[in-house]
């Protein structure tokens, strides 16, 4: 006849229900799906020229702080938090440098605009991100996008035209798809300005 050690038995059992309860609590339970938001190129007034020369768009950098695809979210001059589960399709000084290079393609200005350029260009414009989030005060949203733009000759050190700019876009709700579209409108506003700006500095 076998004697059973309750004493270790029940301990062994529980230990065993915890981690089913818990297998069941992780597996089971139903799980948000991740949700991922890209910058799109709006419509805006383009610059009349004729096309001349190459230009290469450098990736832009980016303030350390949304070297991420999280998208930013702040609810006073003191946080800085992220969504978990509303995510930037890639980085934000990936697609910022996309987005500029499809507008400097769409403006005509250049017969050649490349990201990674085969040969050496003529024209270089690069940028800096310094800010790319969603702030929440009370019951008002908004987006904010802060960015310098920079166009030099390639040959030379000193940019023909440098300007930083920065907005706010009124969100209608608080929800990552209206900061998308929120922030797509400011750099169309930039870009719409930074093509004048291009057209001009590269005719003096």
């Known amino acids: 006849m076998k004697v059973f050690d309750l004493a ?3 301990p062994a059992a529980a230990i065993l229900l915890t ?31 004729s096309a001349k020369g190459k230009v290469q768009v450098r990736k832009f950098t980016i303030d350390p702080a949304y070297q991420r695809a999280n998208i930013v979210y702040r ?5 800085f938090m992220f969504y978990d589960l509303d995510l930037w399709a890639s980085r934000p000084d990936h697609m910022v440098t996309q987005v500029v ?12 605009v490349e990201i990674k350029g085969s040969s050496k260009p003529e024209f270089e414009v ?37 300007k930083r700019y920065e907005d706010k876009e009124t969100m209608d709700k608080r929800e990552p798809r209206f900061m998308a579209e ?12 930074a093509l004048k700006e291009v057209e001009e500095a590269r005719t003096k």
Do not use: H, W
């Open 75 to 79: 609810e006073s001059a003191y946080d």
């Open 126 to 162: 690069s940028g800096n991100i310094a800010a790319i989030e969603e702030v929440d005060e009370g019951s008002s949203q908004y987006a904010r996008l802060a960015i310098e733009i920079s166009f030099r000759k390639v040959d030379s050190e000193v940019p023909l035209f440098e």
């Open 19 to 49: 981690a089913m309860t818990m297998t069941a609590c992780i597996g089971g339970a139903s799980s948000e799906p991740t949700r991922y938001y890209t910058l799109a190129v709006e419509k805006i007034s383009m610059p009349e020229a």
């Open 8 to 10: 270790r038995i029940i």
């Open 182 to 193: 929120a922030t797509s409108k400011m750099l169309a506003r930039f870009m719409e300005d």
């Open 101 to 112: 290079a499809e507008y400097l393609q769409k403006s005509g200005l250049f017969e050649t």
